[in-house]
């Protein structure tokens, strides 16, 4: 049945190929240093393969690759601009901005100042988007007096916060954006306060308790550890070239997405709702608004609608490609696909153990 479902969609060569990039995709930046460097390039020529193996170039995917990073929501203000305007403005502004930062890290107690960071940033993702949280979030975890290590555990748990809460409002991410349009029919006539009705009650708990884990794990540990914040080193130069990289990325998770649509689309439709919650750990590597375009219809129950959101807006926490905040922290403060994974991987398993465990209910 399977594969002659897999016939009329997708040669079998092709399911070969495409389950091959996907393999590659999630080794490799582990296994290989030199792919972890240039990850951008990497999953650029993952996603230029996946497309041509499953024949679907068009005008409209590249114009669609082209245009990802400069806009959000049809608005001219993507994520291309925004790291890069704030970039320039912290460069020519950071005496003035970083100073109180460091004031305020100082008068509070870690504990307290990682409590709020983590809250604020979950919350208001929602409201400013993704992207102008996670530069905040990369600028204020480079200032403050606390060793690397800390900072990447920081930014982790940060980045689960602001992923879950951009799932608030349409304006927070693509995710939540796709979701509305494609349920704005009949029956659920999905309005911009859709997503906070229905998921705040899941993710507005999740993101209390990832602020209170980051302030009990990590808050009296980093207390005893205090060191000079980072000075601020970066060129104008090396500003335009991490928006370009970003830029890379982003263009490239979309080519991906697509590319293996075709795979996804021929195995998600052969499994039941409670198995689909953890396949959507593929958001880990890849863009979650993709994997919402292809679940996502009117025809579901909103109990499906619900588990299959819940599990890509936490899987996109896990590994620095799954989602956009992940991709900014990661390169302003030069984290590893392995020194993500080792915070990301335990971090995420043990939120969708727990989220199931929450969802049950309208599973049965």
């Known amino acids: 049945m399977l594969f002659e479902y897999a016939h009329q969609t997708l040669p079998f060569y092709g399911i070969v190929l495409l389950s091959l990039i996907t393999g590659l995709t999630l080794i490799l930046p582990f296994a290989i240093k030199i792919v972890n460097d240039k ?64 004031r305020i890290f100082e008068k509070l107690s870690p504990g307290v100042f990682y409590f709020l960071l983590v809250l ?37 748990f940060s980045c689960f916060s602001i992923g879950l809460g951009a799932g608030l409002t349409p304006i927070g991410e693509p995710l939540s954006t796709i979701m509305v349009y494609k349920l704005s029919g009949p029956p659920y006539n999905a309005d911009f306060l ?76 052969l499994v039941p709702p409670m198995a689909l919650y953890w396949i959507n750990l593929l958001s880990a590597f890849l863009d979650n608004a993709t994997l919402t375009a292809i679940e996502i219809n009117p025809d579901l129950a909103l109990s499906q609608i619900v588990s299959a959101i819940i599990a890509l807006l936490i899987s996109g926490g896990i590994l620095i490609p799954g989602n956009i905040p992940n991709i900014v922290a990661a390169g302003r403060l030069r984290i590893s696909t392995k020194e993500w994974a080792i915070i990301g991987v335990p971090l995420g398993l043990s939120l969708m153990v727990l989220y199931f465990i929450a969802l049950l209910p309208i599973f049965i």
């Open 120 to 156: 604020l940033l979950g919350l208001f993702s929602s409201v400013l988007s993704v992207i102008v949280t996670a530069v905040i979030l990369s600028e204020v975890l480079l200032v403050l007096p606390i060793r690397r290590d800390d900072k990447i555990k920081i930014a982790v």
């Open 39 to 102: 990850l951008e390039l990497f999953f650029l020529i993952m996603g230029l393969a996946a497309v041509t193996i499953s024949g679907c170039w068009s005008l409209e995917l590249v114009l669609d690759a082209v245009k990802a990073p400069l806009t959000v929501g049809g608005l001219p203000v993507g994520i291309f601009q925004v790291v890069l305007v704030f970039g320039l403005l912290i460069h020519y502004f950071n005496q003035r901005l970083y100073p109180p930062i460091t």
């Open 194 to 269: 859709f997503p906070l009705r229905h998921f705040g009650i899941y993710i507005v708990p999740g993101i209390i308790v990832l602020a209170l884990a980051a302030s009990i794990l990590l808050g009296r540990r980093a207390s005893h550890h205090h060191k000079e914040g980072e000075s601020y080193s970066e060129s104008v130069k090396g500003i335009v070239m991490r928006a370009f990289k970003v830029y890379i990325f982003i263009s490239a998770l979309i080519l991906l997405g697509d590319g293996l649509k075709p795979l996804f689309e021929l195995f998600l439709n």
